[in-house]
T-cell receptor, first 115, second 115 residues
Framework: AQTVTQSQPEMSVQEAETVTLSCTYD???????LFWYKQPPSRQMILVIR??????QNATENRFSVNFQKAAKSFSLKISDSQLGDAAMYFC????????????FGKGITLSVRP | DGGITQSPKYLFRKEGQNVTLSCEQN?????MYWYRQDPGQGLRLIYY???????QKGDIAEGYSVSREKKESFPLTVTSAQKNPTAFYLC??????????????FGPGTRLTVL
């Protein structure tokens, strides 16, 4: 079974600085998808970024980028120029896609942003 | 506006009673999911359905039941057999089989408290 591990339960970053959130996963598959979701205090889950395993290029969405290391099964999220609105829980998730639509989520990391 | 609605936002139940949580989507998604979120546990899959009139157990299905009579609706019943039902419940939906990544879209959640 696939597992997703987020080993850091909490992190803190100074406003305008850069922070990296770690995620590792375990799978025997070669084709899959990885996601980072954000859950702010409102508890509404929001997709931050998505990475296809067959793509070597790391995904980027504005201030958010990933470092995808397929061989190491590592998928970290980098937040640049951190803003107060980035304070939230962040979940890493794994999915096979296609006919298997389930996602497996990590336990999440709480990010706080210091003004 | 397309999206997912969950009702009610807060729900209180007496011990020993069954209660049904509502989830509706107008995104024309085939697949729908129910997750339970507890502090420090991340999101755990209760049930999912990839097509009308069909559903599968997730990782923690005991004490829960679902139905999928319509594409847009996937209600979750928390039965009296669920030993510790107090939690935050999230409903999600995704396209199924039509695109590779099957990104999931989430509702705002229901907080269930057993008194």
């Amino acid at each position: 079974a696939q597992t997703v591990t987020q080993s850091q339960p909490e992190m803190s970053v100074q406003e305008a600085e850069t922070v990296t959130l770690s995620c590792t996963y375990d799978t025997s598959e070669s084709d899959y998808y990885l996601f980072w979701y954000k859950q702010p205090p409102s508890r509404q889950m929001i997709l931050v970024i998505r990475q296809e395993a067959y793509k070597q290029q790391n995904a980027t969405e504005n201030r958010f980028s990933v470092n995808f290391q397929k061989a190491a099964k590592s998928f970290s999220l980098k937040i640049s120029d951190s803003q107060l609105g980035d304070a939230a829980m962040y979940f890493c998730a794994y999915g096979r896609g296609g006919a298997n639509s389930k996602l497996t989520f990590g336990k999440g990391i709480t990010l706080s942003v210091r003004p | 506006d397309g999206g997912i609605t969950q009702s009610p936002k807060y729900l209180f139940r007496k011990e020993g009673q069954n209660v049904t949580l509502s989830c509706e989507q107008n995104l024309n998604h085939d697949a729908m999911y129910w997750y339970r979120q507890d502090p420090g546990q991340g999101l755990r899959l209760i049930y999912y359905s990839q097509i009308v009139n069909d559903f599968q157990k997730g990782d923690i299905a005991e004490g829960y039941s679902v139905s999928r009579e319509k594409k847009e609706s996937f209600p979750l019943t928390v039965t009296s057999a669920q030993k510790n039902p107090t939690a935050f419940y999230l409903c999600a939906s995704s396209p199924f089989g039509t695109s590779g990544h099957n990104e999931q879209f989430f509702g705002p959640g229901t907080r269930l408290t057993v008194l």
